[in-house]
């Protein structure tokens, strides 16, 4: 049997359900989830290695109505992935139905060339007869395209997912070393994992206007640790003490739980200081969304 090798973009809305997904077929955890839309804010690669093949999973912002320049971006980025894909797997939330916006993106992929697969996520919220009507828009939409429903809670097709992804690409070497499960570096993902947190554990509207930004990323071998030091950025001056909280409990929080989460992720104790620096307008400012990897 030929070794296959390529890349795999997990496109769709805010919130259907991608990065959980991602992890599933990963299987370890690459890219933060919360139950909050536009979680993801950057393009996300998390790699499969099997003995006949190897998938490198690209994660992506949610496709959606960007009005900020945040948002723009975020979307620039999952739309510029497609064209880079060797095949595309279309995620949509089976409890939400086809919505207009999912419908607009098939209308999008169905112009495309490179072979899609449908993913109907969460799988498990809904019961077979809600199940069917979603199956049979998508494909009048979609027409000849796989449709896979998903839980990637329970793990329930997984499977099929992958090796549906594995059969649509071409045939090659590995394009990464076989032990790497993602190229993202130790320092991207503890930020990400304080993010998350923020994600998790913030109301309103206040997580959109938050980012992280890590200022040192210290491995100490000799004493088996990592102290990291990030600075949670915020846009008003409100928003700082709400992340801080009532005698600072929500901050510490924040920490404790992002830091339970990186001693898994690099298997040493990690020591984490967390600061909360405002500075209205960043999410505007395009040299400072740069200097954020945004």
């Known amino acids: 049997m030929a070794h296959r090798a390529g890349y795999a973009a997990i496109v769709g809305r805010p919130n259907v359900g991608k ?3 991602l992890n599933a077929l990963v299987g370890t955890k690459v890219a933060i989830v919360s139950p909050k839309p536009q979680t993801t804010r950057n393009r996300i690669l998390g790699i499969r290695t099997l003995p006949e093949a ?11 109505e960007g009005r900020s320049l945040l948002n723009r971006r975020m979307v620039d980025v999952a739309r510029q992935t497609l064209a880079e894909a060797d095949v595309l797997l279309f995620v949509l939330d089976a409890s939400a139905g086809v ?20 993913v109907v996520s969460k799988r498990d919220l809904v ?4 199940l069917l009507p979603v199956i049979e828009a998508l494909a009048g939409a979609l027409p000849e395209r796989e449709i896979i429903p998903v839980s990637a809670r329970t793990g329930e097709n997984v499977g099929v997912v992958l ?9 090659g070497p590995r394009l990464y070393p076989e032990d790497e499960y993602t190229t993202e570096t130790e320092r991207f993902l503890g930020q990400e994992l304080v993010r998350e947190q923020l994600f998790i554990q913030m109301k309103e509207e206040i997580p959109y206007g938050t980012a992280v930004e890590v200022e040192e990323f210290t491995e100490k071998p000799d004493r088996n640790v990592v102290v990291v030091r990030a600075t949670i950025v915020v846009d008003r001056p409100g928003h700082k003490a709400i992340v801080i909280g009532a005698g600072g409990q929500r901050l510490v929080e924040i920490g404790r739980r992002a830091r339970v989460e990186m001693e898994a992720l690099l298997g040493v104790k990690v020591f984490l200081d967390l600061f909360v620096k ?3 307008g960043w999410a505007k400012n395009p040299r400072r969304l740069k200097e954020l990897g945004l």
């Open 19 to 21: 990065s959980t997904l």
């Open 54 to 64: 190897q998938v490198v999973f690209l994660d992506t912002p949610g496709i959606h």
């Open 99 to 118: 919505t207009p916006a999912d419908r607009a993106l098939a209308g999008t992929l169905a112009g495309l060339r490179t072979p899609t697969l449908v």
């Open 127 to 130: 019961r077979p007869s809600k």
């Open 163 to 171: 090796d549906a992804a594995i059969a649509a690409l071409p045939e």
């Open 278 to 280: 405002v500075e209205p």
